[in-house]
């Protein structure tokens, strides 16, 4: 009984914890999956990205690179981010339109020019990126509710909730969903392909600073620590279902919880093997995604 009571007492914080965590894998998932509905190309190069823009933020406001307030750091670096999405996609582009394949491996050049990159304005030192997050904590229903989970939802819900507004009533976002259908008919009635893709990659890469910048308070920032988170993300996209934005945020949230439970009550060693675990269980069992395998699937 006293073992049950433990489990259960443990149970709860450890699943809402996960959830706040879920809702960043789910923003990291969003991009993965802005991509490949419109271009077919899985983005390898998401994580050393947004791993690069996150260090650029910490150069920009700690006086490495300059000195400037946080804000003016995060909108820089914003800027920055969106003109390396505009230039991959550029490099990128001749190759989508001959094959999906090879413009998926060149994304993986790319993420490795982004670490390169990294190592050589930063080196490979472990540092502390300090977040303007409210500190403070509060008990509801006997969970500890922190500032930083607050701000974590409030940012994800905010930034989910304004992408799927801009995806549902503009124009651009219903050309977004009519390539993400049928790119031939799509352009046979005149729509321009290469800015539909232009407009996922730069909503991707913002995506991921987002996600990358949220993850940091929690750990610590080095080269390799938002590739890791990323992997988590592209998990989330497994389960979702690459051609589901929907599917990405159930999957984030369920890779967070079921990250924070197998750590917890397993091993933190052999989280990583867990988690490919979970991908390929998920490629066998939801080949489409979550959503698909639950709803069924139109004939």
């Not at 995506?207 to 998990?235: D, E, H, R």
Request: charged fraction near 5%.
């Amino acid at each position: 009984m006293e073992f049950l009571s433990n489990t259960a007492r443990d149970l709860f914080p450890l699943v809402w914890s996960g959830m706040i965590t879920g809702c960043l894998y789910a923003l990291g998932a969003l991009g993965l999956v802005m991509i490949f509905k419109s271009s077919r190309v899985v983005n390898f190069s998401h994580g050393n990205v947004a791993g690069f823009a996150a260090f650029l933020i910490y150069g920009f406001s700690s006086g490495v690179l300059l000195e400037l307030s946080w804000g003016m750091a995060v909108l820089l670096t914003v800027m920055a981010v969106i003109a390396i999405a505009f230039a991959t996609y550029a490099v990128i582009s001749p190759l989508v339109f001959e094959s999906d394949l090879t413009a998926t491996i060149a994304t993986l050049g790319v993420g490795l020019i982004a670490q390169g990159a990294t190592l050589l304005i930063f080196g490979a030192d472990i540092v502390n990126l300090d977040l303007p997050v409210p500190r403070f904590s509060m008990s509801v229903l006997g969970l500890l509710v922190t500032g930083y989970d607050l701000t974590v939802l409030s940012v994800a819900i905010v930034t989910i909730g304004a992408l799927f507004i801009v995806i549902d009533y503009t124009k651009l976002g219903i050309a977004f969903r009519a390539i993400s259908e049928n790119p031939f008919a799509a352009e046979v009635c005149g729509l321009n392909l290469r800015s539909v893709h232009l407009f996922s990659w730069i909503v991707a890469a913002v995506l991921g600073v987002v996600g990358a910048l949220l993850i940091v308070p929690t750990t610590f920032l080095s080269v390799t620590t938002v590739a890791t988170f990323m992997l988590q993300a592209f998990a989330a996209a497994v389960i979702g279902g690459f051609a589901s934005l929907p599917g990405s945020l159930i999957g984030g949230i369920l890779i967070g919880v079921l990250m924070n439970l197998f750590t917890f009550y397993v091993s933190p060693e052999f989280s990583s093997t867990f988690l490919l675990g979970v991908i390929l269980l998920a490629l066998n069992i939801f080949p489409n995604g979550i959503l698909q395998r639950v709803g069924g699937s139109r004939v």
